[in-house]
């Protein structure tokens, strides 16, 4: 129980400060204040992490990758699609030939 309490007074804490910080930076006062906070952050945040924002693909890099995937796994349900005849026989032949060598036994 008390560990219930203690990790619901750490969320509590974490969004009571998250608030406190936002409201402090301006950030739900008016356009220009919320502009300047963003501004803020993009001076002080943003810079250190420019090296991850170059690792983000573009968005046509992106485009291709889903395209590609997509068209893969189209391809691929349908050749399992096309293969199903062939496949459902060999284990109904697999199962039959088993039944009929347990039944010998």
């Given at each position: 129980?008390?560990?219930t309490v203690l990790k619901t ?10 608030v406190?910080v936002?409201?402090?930076?301006g950030?739900w006062?008016g ?5 300047s906070?963003?501004?803020k952050?993009?001076?002080s945040?943003l810079?250190a ?5 170059q690792k983000?693909?573009s968005v046509s ?7 590609s995937k997509?068209?893969?796994g189209?391809t ?11 496949t459902t026989g060999k ?6 030939d088993y ?7």
């Open positions: 129980m008390a560990a007074l750490a969320k509590l804490t974490i969004g009571v400060g998250a406190y936002t409201v402090d930076q950030v006062d356009i220009r204040q919320g502009d906070a963003l501004n952050v993009k001076q945040v810079p992490t420019s090296e991850y924002w983000v693909p890099d992106l485009q291709r990758t889903v395209l997509w068209n893969s189209v691929t349900a349908f050749t399992y699609m096309a293969h199903t005849p062939e284990y109904c032949k697999e199962a039959t039944v009929k060598k347990s039944l010998k036994s």
